[in-house]
């Protein structure tokens, strides 16, 4: 039977398929933008309204051109477009851990690893972004959580930003870490996956086998199902809070055993 509703009503089903919402439900109407690398002129926009028609906007209104230097054009484009979503075939990667409370986290370190748990975290290649990584690691936190600094049972070494992966390697052996975070936002021309692609061989030529630390990674432009192809153990993306991070650290480092379970 449907489940009821606040007012005993049967609630209403989802439909299976969909399309985007503007002025009317069902309308498909969204909104793009991009850069054509032409100067602003009417042929540019022309050839705008054409790229928006291929990716099936139909029809299509220029709102918004704006020309950025002599050689490239900004768009935005709004329209209808023609393909609907299947939700039925939508795949998403679900949290396989618990959320602990810094408390439950302190106990499972402390009771199961019996010392602190080391993370040592950077920003590695040319990235000078350290927002990621101090909204996990630093004991301000993000989103109203604090971060793994704050947990007594976490030592945390942040190396910060522009580290070199060889001195990551070299700083993860010197402080026996058990977990390597890497926070990644540039992403041009693939840099993130570069990086941290160099950064899992590394350690585990550096390394004997099976005693490679913990490879956590996290950025905005990573797709999360992405760790095993990127020799990693996790990965993070956007909207990723400490206490996250800490809930995965203790699923994968200091899980109750079998025993203990039952």
């Known amino acids: 039977m449907p489940k009821a509703g606040k007012q005993g009503a049967p609630a209403k089903r989802q439909p299976d398929i969909i399309r985007p919402y503007g002025d009317t439900t069902g309308d ?4 793009v933008s991009f850069t054509l690398p032409v100067p602003h002129d009417k042929r540019a926009e022309g050839a705008a309204l054409q790229l928006a028609a291929k990716m099936g906007l139909e029809p299509a209104l220029l709102v918004h051109a704006k020309p950025m230097g002599p050689d490239f054009t900004f768009f935005v ?27 439950e986290v302190n106990k499972a370190i ?6 602190k748990l080391v993370v040592v975290g950077a920003c590695i290649g040319t990235d000078a972004h350290t927002v990621g990584i101090d909204a996990i690691l630093n004991i ?18 942040n190396l910060g930003a522009q580290v070199l992966v060889p001195e990551l390697v070299e700083r993860a052996r010197a402080e026996k870490a058990d977990a390597v975070m ?16 160099t950064m899992s061989a590394a350690f585990r030529e550096a390394y004997p086998a099976g005693q490679v630390p913990l490879l956590v990674v996290g950025g905005p432009r990573f797709e999360e199902g992405s760790a095993p192809r990127l020799g990693v153990d996790r990965i993070f993306g956007r909207g990723t809070t400490p206490g996250e991070v800490a809930s995965y650290l203790v699923h994968a480092l200091a899980a109750p055993t079998t025993k203990e379970k039952a």
């Open 28 to 31: 498909g109407m969204v909104q």
């Open 110 to 115: 402390k009771s199961r690893l019996r010392r």
């Open 77 to 103: 484009v709004y329209g209808s477009a023609k393909h609907l979503v299947d939700l039925r075939e939508v795949t998403v990667v679900e949290r396989e851990f618990p959320l602990l409370s810094p408390t």
């Open 182 to 197: 890497v926070s990644q936002v540039v992403t041009q021309r693939d840099a993130h996956i570069h990086n941290t692609t």
């Open 140 to 157: 301000k936190g993000f989103a109203g959580e604090k971060g793994l600094e704050y947990y007594r049972e976490v030592k945390v070494v």
